[in-house]
């Protein structure tokens, strides 16, 4: 059974910095990309970074967040990192790893349980 599991969470104040991890268990093959996705209250599920797991890594950023965050990854066991910085009270959401695998079946995507990120003075 396929399982993400995300940390690094919590409460930090506007200016601050934290950084998420997300950790992929069980047997998946063919990813062809890893994310982080959030979700605030009253509102839908938003893209925040993509990396593609490729030679040449290509890197996707919500214009929300471009300059603050990094997303990075690392092999396999696959792991995908976002480095958050300069963080504002808007960044406050649960923040969700995804995993894309593509084979014979199509596109199936994974998802961690979320992690909450708080931004208040």
């Known amino acids: 059974q396929v399982q993400l599991v995300e940390s690094g969470g919590g409460l930090v104040q506007p200016g601050g910095s934290l950084r998420l991890s997300c950790v992929v268990s069980g047997s998946i093959f063919s990813v062809s990309a890893m994310g982080w996705y959030r979700q605030a209250p009253g509102k839908e599920r938003e893209l925040v970074a993509t990396?593609?797991?490729?030679?040449?890594?290509?890197?996707n950023y919500a214009d929300s967040v471009k300059g603050r965050f990094t997303i990075s990854r690392d092999n396999p066991p696959y792991a995908v990192y976002l480095q958050m910085n300069a963080l504002k009270p808007e960044d406050t959401a649960v923040y969700y790893c995804?995993?894309?695998?593509?084979?014979?079946?199509?596109?199936?995507?994974?998802w961690g349980q979320g992690t909450q990120v708080t931004v208040s003075s």
């Open positions: 990396i593609t797991i490729a030679a040449v890594e290509r890197t």
């Open positions: 995804n995993a894309v695998a593509v084979n014979s079946l199509g596109r199936v995507d994974y």
